[in-house]
């Protein structure tokens, strides 16, 4: 399965209760568990404008949660980001579209809030 963005910061920032128990669950019994390495530019844009404070700074708060949560990550390769914009455009966002495509390829699920990824065929976990 794969985290999006705001899953990432929720389970790594320790705010659990923004994502089901029974997601959690799922989360916890997975034999792995991934995030897309334009999650990374995601947080570092956020953390350099404003818009999300870290107790440390971007790549380091982020190699951290890839190690203490045991994450694999999912380099971007020109499949995936060919895919991503032939995707139709019920999703703006390029960085969600990013990981929709890496889903699609790869077949997982993804846990996020976002109800839209389940538009493209993706099986959501909220």
């Not at 980001?81 to 455009?89: D, E, K, N």
């Amino acid at each position: 399965m794969i985290l999006d963005t705001c899953a990432l910061l929720w389970i790594a920032g320790g705010e659990h209760n923004r994502i089901s128990k029974k997601t959690l669950d799922k989360i916890e019994k997975a034999p792995a568990v991934s995030i897309v390495s334009v999650t990374g530019f995601e947080i570092g844009l956020k953390y350099r404008v404003g818009k999300l404070n870290l107790p440390t700074t971007p790549d380091a708060w982020i190699n951290l949660a890839i190690e203490f949560h045991q994450l694999e990550v999912i380099q971007l390769d020109l499949e995936m980001c060919l895919l991503s914009s032939r995707l139709p455009p019920i999703h703006k966002d390029p960085c969600d579209r990013f990981i929709i495509a890496a889903a699609q390829l790869r077949g997982m699920n993804v846990v996020t809030t976002d109800r839209r990824f389940a538009d493209y065929g993706i099986k959501v976990l909220t």
